[in-house]
């Protein structure tokens, strides 16, 4: 760690909407939102849980009315259901082969999940343990090579901790900035990890060397308690920022219209 740094506000936020005051799952929410400020007329795929999936359709919804959304099967929504309920617009078709079309031209903003991901943003979702004989079997690769290398991919990770946060993945499956910069020119020309966003901060690779650092703290979190919750040395400025506060409009969006059934408290507890 370079620096244990400081926290505006790291006692926490005191605005509040209908009474209710806001909670860390709703601070995750907008720091997983601004992963798509604006990207404009691209897909995005909030793989990673219903934080991410409450995010996108926040961000839709608001800032980001170009953003195009998946039923997550093979329909474009033409409409923003609550997370959970089905679409009653569709937009148009997106069958695999279209998606992966997307996929390869860079028209995509995927947000998925890692078991376990290093400084430089290697992110790991196969397996725990030497990959000859693994001592836990995980989802497998996947598409993560790909969307590492072809179009912007971030990261959401519910429980910030340093067996998330690793010193060095067991295997890579999305690429990060130092084996994408070994790779070449090929590798990097479309590679972006735009944020990582977890139940602590929100995190991107804004340093000299590309390595991970909070770009901004989620009230009631201090930089110390993210340095003892991650495997790795961060660098970690003098004063870092928090998460920006949720507008009355957003907080009424998140509660009544898109998560109306509290499926962010169940990913991150109040």
């Not at 400020?37 to 795929?45: C, F, H, I, P, Y």
């Not at 497998?140 to 067996?163: C, E, I, M, Q």
């Not at 479309?190 to 770009?215: C, K, Q, Y």
């Amino acid at each position: 760690m370079t620096s244990t740094g400081t926290t505006a506000g790291a006692a926490g936020s005191g605005r509040t909407a209908d009474g209710l005051p806001v909670t860390r799952a709703e601070y995750c929410v907008i720091g997983c939102a601004e992963a798509w400020r604006g990207n404009g007329e691209v897909l995005a795929s909030p793989m990673g849980g219903a934080i991410p999936a409450i995010g996108a359709r926040l961000a839709r919804l608001t800032f980001s009315p170009d953003l195009l959304l998946t039923d997550g099967e093979a329909l474009l929504m033409g409409d923003v259901p609550a997370v959970g309920s089905p679409s009653e617009v569709t937009e148009g078709w997106l069958p695999y082969r279209r998606h992966l079309e997307l996929v390869a031209s860079g028209k995509r903003h995927v947000m998925m999940g890692a078991s376990q991901l290093d400084r430089h943003g290697n992110q790991n979702i196969s397996c725990i343990g030497d990959w000859s004989r693994p001592a836990r079997q995980l989802l497998g690769v996947r598409g993560a090579p790909v969307n590492t290398l072809n179009n912007p991919t971030s990261y959401w990770v519910p429980k910030h901790s340093p067996r998330v946060f690793v010193e060095k993945v067991d295997m890579v499956c999305g690429v990060g900035y130092d084996r994408a910069a070994a790779a070449g020119p090929s590798a990097t020309r479309f590679h972006r990890i735009p944020r990582v966003v977890s139940d602590l901060g929100v995190f991107d690779f804004e340093t000299p060397d590309r390595s991970m650092r909070p770009a901004s703290l989620h009230p009631g979190v201090t930089a110390d308690q993210v340095a003892s919750a991650t495997g790795f040395p961060l660098t970690i400025p003098d004063e870092v920022p928090r998460t920006r506060e949720p507008t009355p409009e957003e907080l009424r969006l998140i509660r009544e219209v898109i998560d109306p059934r509290g499926l962010r408290d169940r990913e991150v507890r109040p």
